[in-house]
């Protein structure tokens, strides 16, 4: 089983890597669901850290219907990424209806490669999420980060379970959001590889970051 950290700053990134995590997802400003992180700080912690670190590629908070400059902008940032060193792109594009928009998400697959494409939890936005699942098993993502629409995943688990059986091992289904050393053991009974979450606790200056005892207790729960 992959652990997951969604890290969001060199503290947080740092605490993932001691605690056992097996791969950050880097951003900034989790308190909007995590946006593009800065460049200083990306290239930091891939040069520092020694397990696989993906970049969250979200240029600004609120719905995931971009203009053509956002768009752009997102591109940029996917290259300007991979030269530093990132070992994935976690990102994803929907229509203003709340559909996946195939051409440009297609086309941030394709920027992306050789490296791996997880489509975000713009997922848990979509109208059709089985219909969906389908378009991004034919675009060739490499996995979706979802709560199964809910506040959690345990919340979801039982859209999450579905599409694990519709997929099939076609791509992978990354739980994410909420989850914890309380509730870790019963998302580990999916029929998963992977697990997300940022695992954070409040600091002293009321400042979330992730947790290395929280994030140590979930990798022995994981484990055993």
Known sequence: MILEVCANSYESAINAEKGGAHR???CENLSVGGLTPNFDLAKKVISELNIPVFILIRPRKGDFNYSHEEFEQIKKDIILFKKIGCKGIVSGILTKDKKLDIIKTKELIKLSRPLEFTFHRAFDEVLNP???????????????????QKKTAIDGIELIKKLIN???????????????STNILEINKLNINEIHGSFSKSSKNNKKSSDFNEISSCIKLIKS
């Open 130 to 148: 089985i219909n969906v699942l389908h378009q991004l098993i034919k675009l060739r993502a490499d996995r979706i980060l979802t709560s199964g």
């Open 24 to 26: 950050i997802e880097l």
């Open 166 to 180: 519709i997929s099939n091992n076609t791509i992978k289904i990354m739980p994410g959001s909420g989850i914890n």
